[in-house]
């Protein structure tokens, strides 16, 4: 996952996975280029999850010694952390204030006037169970807390982009509340697969109209272009969606990973664009020329 988007005011990602390995690589990038800068860090994360990641920020040379003796982190669990702040079916402002609030305020102590880097994933549990709205509730309470606190925030969800339930359900409401969503560890694959896939349904002529209804969202640059498009058919095509997501998944599964990392600036110098997004990208900047 590129980290570019921790340079944005108030940064809230989301990063959908399917593959605990390939999470906790980004976490640990994401945590150790904080602790390079001298960032502390907030982790709520259930005890596997946790695990990994410390494995991972070991490996890149941030073992648990190092980080313990700068005091750079603060480990918390996710199920037990959402028992101090739930209030039945919902989060509670003043426990959450209370609870999240106060690790940021203990870390502020020791680091005035640095920003915290904070991976959390309650927001994944809750979905686990089923519990969307409280999810949501929670993300807003995060955004709420960024105008008393300088933070970055990653959140995890473990989701299957090419589920329609989980595209309808849940990802249009992790996309409207993050500044950046990364819905595949290889956006480059995804965004071919999913060009692929609403070209052979669909034709290039409406896999164009897709990426144009889209357009609006594609220009916020906060979503990938792929993300908007499936989530779009999901919820205005329920007849061709599956057949749009099924396909999808499938040329993801078979392409072969992208030798160059996503979000890299090599990737963006060398990486072409499928080609029905291109067309309509062309389309809109001559447009933009003409007017």
């Not at 309808?168 to 993050?178: A, G, Q």
């Not at 990737?267 to 029905?276: Q, Y």
């Amino acid at each position: 996952m590129s980290l570019t988007w921790t340079e944005a005011p108030a940064a809230h990602a989301a990063q959908i996975y399917t593959e605990s390995d390939e999470l906790a690589e980004s976490v640990a990038a994401y945590f150790a280029a904080g602790f390079d800068e001298g960032e502390p860090a907030i982790l709520v994360a259930t005890a596997t999850h946790t695990s990994l990641v410390l494995e991972r920020l070991a490996a890149s040379g941030w073992d648990a010694k190092r980080i313990d003796a700068r005091e750079l982190l603060v480990r918390a669990d996710a199920d037990a952390t959402l028992e101090q702040i739930m209030d039945g079916p919902l989060p509670a402002d003043p426990a959450f204030e209370r609870v999240i609030g106060g690790q940021f305020d203990e870390l502020a102590t020791r680091f005035p006037e640095t920003r915290v880097r904070v991976y959390g994933e309650m927001v994944d549990v809750l979905c686990q169970r089923g519990q969307q709205n409280a999810a949501a509730a929670l993300e807003k309470l995060w955004n709420r807390l960024a105008h008393t606190r300088r933070f970055a925030l990653l959140c995890g969800y473990r989701l299957d982009v090419f589920d329609r339930q989980a595209q309808v359900e849940t990802l249009r409401s992790v996309c409207d509340l993050h500044t950046h969503v990364e819905p595949s560890a290889d956006t480059d694959r995804l965004a071919h697969a999913v060009d692929d896939a609403l070209v052979g349904v669909l034709g290039a002529q409406g896999a164009g109209q897709v990426y144009s209804l889209v357009g609006a969202e594609i220009r916020e640059r906060r979503v990938p272009p792929p993300q908007l498009a499936l989530m779009w058919v999901s919820e205005n095509m329920p007849m061709n969606a599956e057949r749009i997501l099924t396909a999808a998944r499938t040329r993801y599964r078979d392409a072969p990973a992208s030798t160059t990392p996503a979000g890299t600036e090599d990737a963006v110098a060398r990486r072409p664009e499928p080609d029905a997004l291109r067309a309509i990208l062309r389309k809109a900047t001559r447009t933009r020329r003409l007017s």
